[in-house]
């Protein structure tokens, strides 16, 4: 079975500070890999994704992400964080399946929450 | 121009009620999906219909029902409502079954 596991329930980081985010995954087979935030009392929105090509993967916000298969990590990273990053942040696989076996079925990781001081 | 709506966004009833939750998108996706996130943020998907076809039905209770009327319609019945129940539900949409999901504001139930 797979699962997700974000390493850090919460990271405080200084505004204009770089930040990572850690994820590893746990699967038998290829997944499609996710990072989602959610902002206070808000749905989830996708900050980028992995389906496959490039293992460096850039979303929105300036946050970008590296597929590494042999450590079955994807972690999440940004150069300078702004107050406004300030937010619950999501990993999620989705397995990857062959002919019509896809479920499109996202297993999250518990999330980290992301603090950034001024 | 919401993407994906829920509806209503807050919803407290009582233990033993039956109560229901909405769901649409005008992405034109046929792809529709339930999640359900715990007091402590963990999020779990609980249904999810291709083409209005059951395609997951994640050993939830049969309390909970989905119906898909349309593509673009989703609904969550949930019958004999528990204090456990209480929760954040999530709807979700894609186009097919590979990619990013689109998520709905959530409906904060809470069972009293």
């Known amino acids: 079975a797979q699962s997700v596991t974000q390493l850090d ?14 994820c590893n995954y746990s699967s038998s087979v290829s997944v499609y890999l996710f990072w989602y935030v959610q902002y ?19 979303g929105i916000n300036g946050f970008e992400a590296e597929f590494n298969k042999s ?13 406004s990053d300030t937010a619950e942040y999501f990993c999620a696989v989705s397995v990857k399946q062959h002919g019509s076996g896809n479920t499109g079925k996202l297993i999250f990781g518990q999330g980290t929450t992301l603090q950034v001081k001024p | ?14 233990m033993g009620n039956d109560k229901s939750i909405k769901c649409e998108q005008n992405l034109g996706h046929d792809t529709m999906y339930w999640y359900k996130q715990d007091s402590k943020k ?54 097919g079954l590979v990619g990013e999901q689109y998520f709905g504001p959530g409906t904060r139930l809470t069972v009293t």
């Not at chain 2, 121009?1 to 009582?14: E, G, I, R």
Request: charged fraction near 20%; hydrophobic fraction near 35%; glycine fraction near 2%.
């Open chain 2, 42 to 95: 963990f999020l779990k998907i609980m249904f999810s219909y291709n083409n209005k076809e059951l395609i997951i039905n994640e050993t939830v209770p049969n309390r909970f029902s989905p119906k898909s009327p349309d593509k673009a319609h989703l609904n969550l019945h949930i019958n004999s409502l528990e204090l456990g129940d209480s929760a954040v539900y999530f709807c979700a949409s894609s186009q």
């Open chain 1, 71 to 83: 450590q079955t990590s994807f972690h999440l990273r940004k150069p300078s964080v702004h107050i």
């Open chain 2, 1 to 14: 121009d919401t993407a994906v709506s829920q509806t209503p966004k807050y919803l407290v009833t009582q």
């Open chain 1, 9 to 22: 329930s919460q990271v405080p980081v200084f505004e204009e500070a770089p930040v990572e985010l850690r």
């Open chain 1, 40 to 58: 206070p009392n808000q749905g989830l929105q996708l900050l980028l994704k992995y389906l496959s090509g490039s293992t460096l993967v850039k």
